[in-house]
């Protein structure tokens, strides 16, 4: 079991980092005025599971494999970033039926979450993290560190899916206002659409050193 102070630490530093704006939270945002409430709530519980299953990998060894080989690490950076272009060139090309139809239908709720649980896994950058921070807050001699990991990033989990999930209310809030008009809603839809092409564009040329 982590200790107190370190599991409070630990709580304190990962909300620090979530509440910094980065690529999760433009993602998340994006998805939120491309495809409203309910499909950014799902987007953000995809997303922070995927995370999730990041710091699982890391607590099994395996995030190593991505830390230690730079190819494996560009190859998952370049199509993570890739993906990204993709969801905003579908949030551009369907702008138009989004605005008719603002409410997900059941299909393309699952296709809302598990697009956002891929998002998650293929950042490569939170592996990174994981594997650089989660092990400064373990107890050695308190035993079982894959256990210890594992409560780390099911805390990780739970602060990012409560703080990106407000930030997904907030940004449907806006959306709801915009949807009053058809034409609106088209140009939110494209303005969301236009910031994860810019994330993904982003991700892609900042670098694969690691």
Not at 26 to 48: E, Q
Not at 76 to 105: D, E, W
Request: hydrophobic share 60%; no cysteine; net charge positive.
């Amino acid at each position: 079991m982590v200790p107190l102070p370190n599991l409070i630490a630990f709580s304190v530093a990962a909300t620090v980092l979530i509440l910094i704006p980065g690529p999760s939270l433009l993602f998340v945002i994006g998805r939120a005025l491309s495809l409203g409430r309910i499909g950014g709530l799902l987007s953000v519980a995809g997303n922070s599971l995927g995370v999730f299953a990041q710091a699982v990998a890391v607590a099994l060894g395996l995030g190593a494999l991505i830390e230690a080989s730079t190819i494996v690490f560009t190859i998952v950076k370049f199509g993570g970033a890739a993906f990204l272009i993709y969801l905003g060139i579908q949030a551009i090309r369907h702008r138009a039926q989004r605005a008719a139809s603002p409410t997900l239908a059941p299909r393309s709720r699952f296709r809302a979450f598990a697009e956002g649980l891929l998002v998650g896994v293929s950042n490569p950058k939170t592996v990174v993290f994981f594997i650089a921070i989660l092990p400064q807050f373990i107890s050695v001699p308190a035993g079982n560190a894959p256990a210890q990991l594992l409560l780390l990033g099911a805390v990780f989990f739970v602060i990012s899916l409560v703080s990106d999930g407000i930030w997904a209310l907030v940004a449907s809030a806006a959306r709801a206002w915009f949807a009053r008009s058809p034409r609106r809603i088209e140009r939110l839809s494209a303005t969301g659409g236009v910031a994860m092409i810019g994330l993904g564009g982003f991700l892609a040329i900042s670098g694969v050193k690691h």
